[in-house]
């Protein structure tokens, strides 16, 4: 499509950015003495209906899902929506076939928005027919199956599906016409990729184990992050560290929860620069993900006022906003 057509959708998906919380609107949620005022305080600001449940993961579904709806509302091509909920279909094909192994309900477990038709997911993997997927998740999940009955292991399945996520967001990234996701989608590899291999590094993983479960690299280079990572984690540091993704690193090096927040920030921060787009698909992807970090900072909030947690702690916690 032309960028042109996407006109209505971004004059539309800028009048919801205008609704979005304000870093002085998450201070004020911060401070709140209790959940129950943090709840209020959502109300007040028109976040949440006056009438809504304060049950957290009620609440987070009804954002996702109010997300989701305006997208498909307001997107003229449907089919580019599914680049933004990839990683959320992998996850789900992922719940969906370990609980078809220990025979158990995918249900509760899975993410959205999704992109997949999760009761056709479900059906077709309890009863074996991947077919009946889209062709990249049907081969993937049918070698995921096969890997986890060959090895008896679901560690084995979860290692195909993630690093074929990968292969998929490298693959958008390739062919998009939106800059904005081909930025984002390398982050994402990337960032991945070095998750995987500290923990390939963490539990002694030979070199064949890590070089089948990283993925596609883009600023980093993949042979060299699977060696260090098999001399070590003193090695693979050692090698981020000449990377553009040192400080991720260095923060990595101290804390996981640290490094993710990181992740989120830049995503945010690559985001922004759609602010100043005014056609195409760019203004699109940056309201999803400027959103999607927005429900995450709230469910972290909602989550730390109801265990007690201090104002202080909070404020380490959420994630940069977008205006």
């Known amino acids: 499509m032309r960028d042109t057509d996407y006109a209505y959708a971004v004059a539309r998906i800028r009048a919801n950015e205008g609704k979005l919380l304000t870093e002085a609107q998450v201070q004020t949620l911060t401070d709140a003495p209790?959940?129950?005022?943090?709840?209020?305080?959502?109300?007040?600001?028109g976040w949440l209906e006056n009438d809504e449940e304060s049950d957290i993961s009620a609440i987070i579904a009804r954002q996702n899902e109010q997300l989701w709806t305006l997208l498909q509302q307001v997107v003229p091509d449907k089919q580019a929506l599914s680049a933004l909920t990839a990683l959320n279909d992998f996850f789900n094909l992922k719940a969906a076939l370990k609980c078809m192994l220990t025979s158990a309900d995918p249900t509760p477990l899975y993410q959205q928005p999704s992109v997949l038709d999760l009761t056709v997911l479900t059906e077709s993997v309890n009863a074996h027919a991947f077919d009946r997927l889209p062709p990249f998740f049907a081969e993937c999940a049918k070698r995921a199956f096969e890997a986890a009955h060959r090895t008896e292991s679901g560690q084995s399945a979860d290692i195909l599906i993630d690093e074929a996520a990968l292969r998929y967001l490298a693959q958008m990234a390739d062919t998009t016409k939106s800059a904005l996701l081909r930025e984002l989608f390398r982050f994402i590899c990337d960032s991945t990729n070095i998750k995987t291999a500290l923990r390939c590094a963490r539990t002694g993983k030979d070199l064949s184990f890590t070089e089948s479960?990283?993925?596609p690299c883009f600023a980093l280079e993949k042979s060299q992050l699977c060696f260090a990572a098999v001399q070590g984690e003193s090695a693979l540091f050692a090698y981020l560290a000449t990377t553009p993704l040192s400080d991720g690193a260095a923060?990595?090096?101290k804390s996981t929860s640290a490094f993710e927040k990181w992740c989120d920030d830049v995503l945010i921060e690559q985001a922004k620069r759609a602010k100043y787009v005014f056609f195409g698909f760019d203004p699109i992807a940056a309201y999803f993900f400027a959103k999607s970090a927005e429900i995450k900072t709230v469910r972290i909030l909602l989550s730390a006022k109801k265990s007690g947690v201090s104002p202080e702690i909070i404020k380490e916690r959420v994630r940069a906003l977008y205006v």
């Open 251 to 253: 923060l990595l090096q």
């Open 34 to 45: 209790s959940f129950e005022r943090a709840v209020q305080d959502l109300k007040n600001l």
């Open 213 to 215: 479960a990283v993925g």
